[in-house]
């Protein structure tokens, strides 16, 4: 290994932790230092690139797949690394944050999988992203238990062989980590501390486990930053000693430009790739973010009409499977979000039926895995994808040519019959105000109206605000989309809110600061990039 840089981190305004000093060693530090040194720079000059994108979209209201790639795309003869043996059959994945709680839960879920996640599904808080590294290096050296305060309930691990397969997800490369700055004061972008820190722990545990350090690339929107993260796992393996190629990575497809790059995307990560994800709210609250001043044809409806079956959709989701299998690389499918109700039996009838065809559907278009947010959820897509499956641990030798998706198709928003509603107005500033006064209190995975909603899904509900007020959409019931209209309604849920939980929970809750951050990211002029930027400045802790 190394020796570590001189250069060393500050933790700044930030509480101790309980055993913090077991994560935050001297040499995960001087790692991560070395990742920052490196860089952040390429990172920086890549997030410059995409305000250039977006404002060549803004200009041209189309996207193509890109020319100077074309020879890639046409070369046949290139695969991505084989799967190794741990990631080889991931037919269902289950989602959430690395608490303590949720850690066990999750890898006693039965699912192949568990995205342990330090991004949508987690505010955060200093203690979120160093603790939840603890947990995930106590779940590996089998030193983690979790009793519930409450009920008194007693949580364990199953035996070693029962757990899922743990692939992390850091934070996105747009975000910072504000606790941990180098000597001029900058602070260390979040998916490097994220990674630097789990990598350093956990790769050689992870290999002495049978498994490796496998990892989830979150709002990637094209190749280069693809390339970057190639060139941080080579640099990391060569630092820790390891041999090239033990790291996987699936990417996330979940921004528009990125999904006319999936083929690009696999190349640059070839030795490392491992697949790629179809994600729903992300990716349609890229859409409206890159086209949000391209007129009424990119005028989404309400977030539930938009299923997996709209055609602009399907592009999308036919193409990535064509993409993955082409190129030797797994498939995984969508967020099934249902919470099952423990009070009533009917709302969980009709969704498990919804859950099951979606993932019926999947797993007949051709997808490996999919994802669900819910143990109760775990057999009901194991189904679906057994009954296609069998024994089979994906179904890569499915090469789908049928599949013919042009550029057009895939931004075809117009497509879809449906309209914006006034129920959806309302249901937009629900889950955002509900959603953002959870997030200040930094919890990231919230069930919300059954749903389990994460930051992508707060996302779309404040972009479709922010379209339907910039576009002048004249919803069901005959009103047009106003500032004033989205005040009322945001004041009116305040209210309902208010009355629903009591006075003293209400004045106990972070509400108002939630309201007006909804309506300061859904009613300012200049459409702030992520949600959780600004709301990350108002993050306590």
């Known amino acids: 290994m190394s020796a570590p840089a001189p250069s060393p981190l500050a933790i700044v305004d930030a509480e101790p932790l309980p055993r ?3 994560v935050l060693t001297e040499a995960a530090l001087a790692f991560v230092a070395e990742l920052h040194r490196r860089f952040t720079p390429r990172r920086d000059e890549l997030l410059a690139r995409r305000a250039e994108r977006r404002a060549e979209i803004a200009r041209t209201s189309t996207l193509d797949f890109l020319p100077e790639t074309a020879a890639i795309r046409a070369d046949d003869s290139w695969k991505v690394a ?17 608490d303590r709680k949720m850690t066990i839960n999750a890898l006693n879920s039965g699912a192949r999988v568990w995205l342990a996640d330090f991004e949508d599904a987690s505010a955060p808080t200093w203690e979120n992203v160093v603790l939840g590294q603890l947990n995930l290096t106590d779940a590996y050296t089998r030193n983690i238990d979790f009793t519930d305060p409450k ?4 949580y364990a691990l199953k035996a070693n062989e029962e757990l899922a397969t743990v692939v992390m997800r850091p934070r996105g490369w747009h975000l910072n980590e504000r606790h941990l700055v180098d000597a001029d004061g900058t602070p260390v972008p979040g998916a490097l501390v994220d990674f630097g820190l789990y990598f350093f722990h ?24 693809a390339r970057l993260w190639n060139e941080v796992f080579v640099f990391a393996q060569d630092y820790v000693g390891i041999p090239q190629g033990t790291v996987r990575a699936t990417v996330l497809i979940e921004t528009i430009t990125a999904a006319y790059e999936m083929e690009e995307i696999l190349y640059e990560l070839r030795d490392h790739a491992s697949g790629l994800n179809a ?7 890229s859409i409206v973010k890159n086209f949000r001043d391209g007129g009424a044809k990119f005028v989404l409806p309400d977030r539930n009409a938009v299923t997996m079956t709209a055609p602009f959709m399907r592009a999308y989701t036919e193409l990535l499977v064509r993409t993955c299998h082409k190129r030797g690389a797994h498939a995984i499918g969508g967020m099934a979000a249902f919470i099952p109700s423990r009070r009533d039996a009917e709302v969980n009838k009709v969704a498990f039926e919804k859950v099951r065809a979606d993932k019926d559907r999947e797993a007949g278009d051709g997808f490996d895995g999919s994802w669900v947010a819910h143990p109760d959820l775990v ?16 179904q890569k030798d499915r090469l ?3 599949v013919d998706v042009k550029a057009a198709d895939l931004i075809a928003v117009d497509s879809l019959d449906a309209k914006p509603s006034y129920a959806g107005l309302v249901n937009a500033v629900q889950v955002g105000i509900r959603y953002i006064e959870a997030w200040l ?7 919300i109206f059954n749903l389990m909603e994460d930051a992508a899904t707060a996302e779309i509900s404040r972009s479709q605000i922010w379209q339907w007020i910039n576009a002048g959409v004249v919803l069901d019931n005959g009103e047009k989309v106003t500032a004033e209209l989205a005040r009322k309604v945001a004041a009116e849920e305040l209210a309902n809110i208010r009355a629903e939980i009591g006075d003293e929970a209400f004045a106990a809750g972070n509400w108002q600061q939630a309201h007006d951050l909804l309506l300061k990211v859904s009613l300012d002029e200049d459409y702030a990039d992520f949600l959780t930027l600004p709301a990350y400045e108002q993050l306590k802790g």
Request: no cysteine; net charge negative.
């Open 379 to 394: 057999p009901i897509a194991m189904e679906s994808f057994d009954k296609v499956l069998g024994e089979k641990p994906h």
């Open 151 to 154: 009920s008194g309930k007693s």
């Open 202 to 225: 956990n790769a050689g545990r992870l290999l002495g486990l049978g498994k490796g350090p496998y990892f989830y690339l979150p709002k990637t929107e094209s190749h280069l930053e």
């Open 400 to 402: 789908r040519e049928d």
């Open 279 to 285: 994600g729903r709210w992300d990716y349609l609250f």
């Open 20 to 22: 913090q000093e077991e």
């Open 82 to 98: 084989p799967a190794p043996e741990a990631l080889n059959d991931r037919r269902v994945e289950i989602t959430g944050p690395t």
């Open 441 to 447: 209190r930094g919890l990231g995975a919230v069930a």
